[in-house]
């Protein structure tokens, strides 16, 4: 097997797959109503890859290095048949790990064991409060915080351990959910992991005041529950791991604004489209589906694939960090429902 680096000696380790750009939320950071409302032109289903072109195309990526793949979107569960595509990519030689992302409203007990028995091994869910007032005006279409703990219940029931919990955390809205999150899931073996609201896509009115640093939320856990840094799992682990000194789990900080981890970042992007994005804040793909369409070869397609990483040199949050110029500025950056996260 190959294995690839791009203009900055790092490695095609991780790859995340958007398999819709549909989601039943509206969640006001990712997806706002005024953009994403009715007459929105969603893309028609005869664009999006299919499973199999999703899978021939994970398939080059493994060939190249890549090991961990992240299912994600718009909200996955929307896609039918998504299993198909678990067990498919399950059987791919140099897969290592499947992970799904999800908004768990669609994590019923029979959806979460199907997932399970197709393979996935990692789940996690994204819930930003546990009060509905905060929740709803978050997800901008009146679902209550319960039953996403119910859907977190399922995976459990289902087999799946260590669920991850994600919460963007954003001033003025939700920074009274951090203590809450931490008291509902201390102890209980799921990590919540708190993420750094980004300026991703150009939808959101995103700004940096409204951004509060993880430093900050760390101090206010600590006061409650004393916290001590921890070693990542592994080389380029995107969140910080804290532990309660009490031994009581974990918790993670997604430091994406304020402390960049761009110099480790081995992750690529394939849109529901097939289009390949080297970085969350790209403003262009590169189309690998009018490649498969066109009857490409497989060496055709790892050629194509590994050109474009080597070509790659994103260091997005880095240069922002700088204060720098940046690089494509003026053009629109890639909405968050197309990657993924
Ligand atoms: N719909 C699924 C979900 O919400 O889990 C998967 C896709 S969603 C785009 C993936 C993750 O990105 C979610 O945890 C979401 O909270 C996060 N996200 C979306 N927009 C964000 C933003 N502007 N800043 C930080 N995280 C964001
Ligand atoms: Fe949908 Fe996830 Fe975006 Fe919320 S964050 S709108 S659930 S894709
Ligand atoms: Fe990776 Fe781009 Fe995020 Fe940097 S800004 S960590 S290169 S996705």
Same mark, same amino acid.
């Given at each position: 097997?190959?294995?690839v680096?791009?203009?900055? =000696?790092?490695?095609l380790?991780?790859l995340?797959i958007?398999?819709?750009?549909?989601?039943?939320?509206?969640?006001?950071?990712?997806?706002? +109503?005024?953009?994403?409302?009715? &007459?929105?032109?969603?893309?028609?289903?005869k664009d999006l890859l299919t499973l199999e072109e999703i899978a021939r195309i994970a398939q080059a990526f493994a060939t190249l290095?890549m +090991? %961990?793949?992240?299912?994600? #979107?718009?909200?996955?569960?929307?896609?039918?048949?998504?299993?198909?595509?678990?067990?498919?990519?399950?059987?791919?030689? #140099? $897969?290592?790990? $499947?992970?799904?992302?999800?908004?768990? =409203?669609?994590?019923?007990?029979?959806?979460? *064991?199907?997932?399970?028995?197709? &393979?996935?091994?990692?789940?996690?869910? /994204?819930?930003?409060?546990?009060?509905?007032?905060?929740? %709803?005006?978050?997800?901008?279409?009146?679902?209550?915080?319960?039953?996403?703990?119910?859907? $977190?219940?399922?995976?459990?029931?289902?087999?799946? =351990?260590?669920?991850?919990?994600?919460?963007?955390?954003?001033?003025?809205?939700?920074?009274?959910?951090?203590?809450? *999150?931490?008291?509902?899931?201390?102890?209980?073996?799921?990590?919540? +992991?708190?993420?750094?609201?980004?300026?991703? #896509?150009?939808?959101? &009115?995103?700004?940096?005041?409204?951004?509060?640093?993880?430093?900050?939320?760390?101090?206010?856990?600590?006061?409650?529950?004393?916290?001590?840094?921890? /070693?990542?799992?592994?080389?380029?682990?995107?969140?910080?791991?804290?532990?309660?000194?009490?031994?009581?789990?974990?918790?993670?900080? $997604?430091?994406?604004?304020?402390?960049?981890?761009?110099?480790?970042? /081995?992750?690529a992007r394939l849109s529901a489209v097939g289009k390949i994005y080297t970085? *969350?804040?790209?403003?262009e793909g590169h189309d690998l589906r009018m490649l498969v369409r066109s009857g490409a070869s497989d060496s055709d397609l790892l050629e194509s694939i590994k050109n474009i990483w080597q070509a790659r =040199?994103?260091?997005?949050?880095? *240069?922002?960090?700088?204060?720098?110029?940046?690089?494509? /500025?003026?053009?629109?950056?890639?909405?968050?429902?197309?990657?993924?996260?």
């Amino acid at each position: 097997m190959d294995s690839v680096s791009d203009q900055f =000696s790092r490695p095609l380790r991780d790859l995340r797959i958007s398999v819709t750009d549909r989601c039943n939320f509206r969640c006001v950071y990712c997806m706002p +109503r005024e953009v994403f409302g009715p &007459g929105y032109a969603f893309v028609p289903r005869k664009d999006l890859l299919t499973l199999e072109e999703i899978a021939r195309i994970a398939q080059a990526f493994a060939t190249l290095g890549m +090991r %961990k793949v992240r299912i994600t #979107g718009g909200e996955p569960l929307i896609r039918r048949n998504l299993e198909h595509l678990i067990e498919m990519l399950n059987a791919t030689s #140099g $897969i290592e790990d $499947i992970s799904l992302t999800t908004n768990g =409203s669609m994590l019923t007990a029979g959806r979460a *064991l199907a997932l399970k028995q197709a &393979g996935l091994r990692r789940l996690t869910v /994204s819930l930003d409060a546990l009060d509905d007032k905060t929740f %709803k005006q978050i997800n901008d279409v009146d679902y209550p915080a319960s039953r996403v703990l119910d859907g $977190i219940e399922n995976a459990r029931s289902a087999g799946f =351990s260590e669920i991850k919990v994600n919460a963007v955390v954003r001033r003025g809205f939700n920074e009274h959910a951090v203590l809450d *999150l931490v008291d509902y899931f201390r102890g209980t073996g799921c990590i919540v +992991r708190f993420i750094e609201y980004m300026d991703v #896509g150009e939808t959101n &009115g995103w700004n940096l005041d409204d951004v509060i640093p993880a430093r900050e939320l760390i101090s206010q856990i600590d006061a409650k529950y004393p916290v001590e840094p921890i /070693s990542p799992n592994y080389q380029g682990e995107v969140a910080k791991r804290w532990r309660f000194r009490d031994d009581q789990g974990e918790i993670g900080f $997604i430091t994406s604004v304020t402390e960049s981890f761009c110099g480790d970042c /081995s992750r690529a992007r394939l849109s529901a489209v097939g289009k390949i994005y080297t970085c *969350l804040f790209a403003t262009e793909g590169h189309d690998l589906r009018m490649l498969v369409r066109s009857g490409a070869s497989d060496s055709d397609l790892l050629e194509s694939i590994k050109n474009i990483w080597q070509a790659r =040199s994103d260091r997005y949050s880095e *240069l922002r960090g700088m204060n720098v110029p940046m690089p494509d /500025s003026g053009k629109s950056k890639v909405e968050m429902s197309h990657i993924g996260g």
